[in-house]
């Protein structure tokens, strides 16, 4: 049984680590418009609806968000 556990453990592990590269992925891609210009008189951001693409990422590093944060409790409460 205590292999059984360090192989669990070694899985989550690398998927926390995979899922990890993934969220940073889609975050950095997400930030691609976005700065301090608007802080120091730049122009003004107007609001719009998130179409395609722009849709398809923001959802989905939400679920890596998600995924991230169940695999990290889940490493947390394997003994």
Same mark, same amino acid.
């Given at each position: 049984?205590?292999?059984?556990?360090?192989?669990?453990?070694?899985?989550?592990?690398?998927?926390?680590?995979?899922?990890? &590269? =993934?969220?940073?992925?889609? *975050?950095?891609?997400? $930030?691609?418009?976005? +700065? /301090?210009?608007?802080?120091?008189?730049?122009?003004?951001?107007?609001?719009?609806?998130?179409?395609?693409?722009?849709? &398809? =990422?923001?959802?989905?590093? *939400?679920?890596?968000? $998600?995924?991230?944060? +169940? /695999?990290?409790?889940?490493?947390?409460?394997?003994?």
């Amino acid at each position: 049984m205590r292999a059984a556990q360090k192989n669990m453990k070694f899985y989550l592990n690398i998927a926390q680590i995979v899922i990890s &590269v =993934l969220l940073i992925a889609a *975050i950095l891609l997400q $930030a691609r418009g976005t +700065g /301090l210009g608007s802080t120091f008189g730049g122009e003004g951001n107007v609001y719009r609806t998130k179409r395609g693409l722009e849709k &398809v =990422l923001f959802r989905s590093t *939400i679920v890596f968000a $998600a995924a991230f944060l +169940g /695999l990290a409790l889940a490493n947390i409460l394997v003994p």
